[in-house]
């Protein structure tokens, strides 16, 4: 369904996903190939990238069909190539980008021979807005959050070439946007901070109440350190047993310190960054089916 205004008032998600390394694998393909023989290496690259592209995006909106009806509340803006930007009702769109960059690393391993020898592995931004909030500011934050999950790739990969999929999450309840605020990155791997952990957090904190987890979000971003670090002593004597301890291990395997809830020392995410935005974010669009 990709007339919008057929979805609701519950919000939308803008998708926006990249290949990773792209031109330094073309370089490297062409190395030593001359002529036609350059121009076939590039022609069935290409392809081959794009067909694996299409692939990932039918493979992720399979998953939302119903007795095989598929009516998916989605508009494709970009697929082909290594890109991919979707606009989706807000509660389709993480399962829509993680199971795409799940597939995309199974699509260009199947068609690794043309890619270069290997499969290849892309960065994604996802950012959940309101129904009628300006799509190109969307598309704007969407992409930009693809890039510095990209950039932190890169990082992790201290000085090789990225080998996992990796996703920013943005929630936008305003006209405001803040792109620089300390964005968690999540893999597609079981390496590091993989999504699958921010499941695990989602879970954990159903057993907690949500207003104490938002309070000390609240308490964070202003910086009231003290008070946060007792906050966070109080839920946990109010989550004593089984309550708190899936919350310690649902933070620490996301890569945080559960004494803070920011990121654990050593991490490579941000410094004061924590998992428990996006967490809160993903609830609330799963509960509500969307924004807002």
Same mark, same amino acid.
């Not at 350059?38 to 995006?57: E, G, I």
């Not at 790739?153 to 792109?179: M, Y």
């Not at 159903?206 to 109080?234: C, K, Q, S, Y």
């Given at each position: 369904?990709?007339?919008?205004?057929?979805?609701?008032?519950?919000?939308?998600?803008?998708?926006?996903?990249?290949?990773?390394?792209?031109?330094?694998?073309?370089?490297?393909?062409?190395?030593?190939?001359?002529?036609? %023989?350059?121009?076939?290496?590039?022609?069935?690259?290409?392809?081959?990238?794009?067909?694996?592209?299409?692939?990932?995006?039918?493979?992720?909106?399979?998953?939302?069909?119903?007795?095989? %009806?598929?009516?998916?509340?989605?508009?494709?803006?970009?697929?082909?190539?290594?890109?991919?930007?979707?606009?989706?009702?807000?509660?389709?769109?993480?399962?829509?980008?993680?199971?795409?960059?799940?597939?995309?690393?199974?699509?260009?391993?199947?068609?690794?021979?043309?890619?270069?020898? %290997?499969?290849?592995?892309?960065?994604?931004?996802?950012?959940?807005?309101?129904?009628?909030?300006?799509?190109?500011?969307?598309?704007?934050?969407?992409?930009?959050?693809?890039?510095?999950?990209?950039?932190?790739?890169?990082?992790?990969?201290?000085?090789?070439?990225?080998?996992?999929?990796?996703?920013?999450?943005?929630?936008?309840?305003?006209?405001?946007?803040?792109?620089?605020?300390?964005?968690?990155?999540?893999?597609?791997?079981?390496?590091?901070?993989?999504?699958?952990?921010?499941?695990?957090?989602?879970?954990?904190?159903?057993?907690?109440?949500?207003?104490?987890?938002?309070?000390?979000?609240?308490?964070?971003?202003?910086?009231?350190?003290?008070?946060?670090?007792?906050?966070?002593?109080?839920?946990?004597?109010?989550?004593?047993?089984?309550?708190?301890?899936?919350?310690?291990?649902?933070?620490?395997?996301?890569?945080?310190?559960?004494?803070?809830?920011?990121?654990?020392?050593?991490?490579?995410?941000?410094?004061?960054?924590?998992?428990?935005?996006?967490?809160?974010?993903?609830?609330?669009?799963?509960?509500?089916?969307?924004?807002?």
């Amino acid at each position: 369904i990709e007339d919008t205004d057929k979805w609701g008032e519950s919000g939308v998600a803008v998708v926006h996903a990249d290949g990773s390394g792209v031109g330094k694998r073309i370089v490297s393909l062409l190395d030593g190939a001359q002529g036609d %023989e350059a121009a076939q290496r590039l022609k069935r690259f290409s392809k081959a990238l794009s067909d694996a592209t299409q692939a990932a995006t039918r493979h992720a909106l399979q998953q939302f069909s119903q007795d095989g %009806e598929a009516t998916v509340a989605a508009r494709p803006i970009v697929v082909g190539g290594d890109d991919v930007t979707f606009v989706l009702e807000a509660s389709l769109g993480l399962p829509f980008i993680q199971s795409w960059l799940r597939a995309f690393e199974v699509e260009t391993h199947a068609r690794r021979d043309d890619l270069g020898g %290997e499969k290849m592995v892309a960065g994604a931004g996802l950012v959940w807005v309101h129904a009628h909030y300006p799509f190109a500011r969307a598309l704007d934050l969407a992409e930009a959050a693809c890039g510095q999950a990209k950039k932190s790739a890169v990082a992790a990969a201290d000085g090789g070439a990225p080998t996992q999929c990796v996703l920013q999450l943005r929630r936008v309840t305003t006209a405001l946007a803040d792109e620089a605020d300390r964005p968690w990155t999540w893999s597609m791997s079981d390496e590091g901070t993989s999504v699958d952990s921010l499941n695990e957090l989602m879970s954990a904190c159903g057993g907690l109440p949500r207003g104490a987890l938002r309070t000390w979000l609240g308490l964070h971003d202003r910086g009231e350190d003290e008070r946060a670090r007792l906050h966070i002593e109080r839920v946990y004597e109010v989550a004593a047993g089984e309550a708190k301890a899936r919350l310690q291990r649902a933070l620490e395997l996301c890569g945080a310190d559960p004494a803070t809830w920011l990121a654990a020392e050593g991490s490579r995410q941000p410094r004061r960054a924590t998992p428990l935005r996006d967490a809160l974010a993903a609830m609330h669009i799963s509960s509500k089916g969307g924004m807002v």
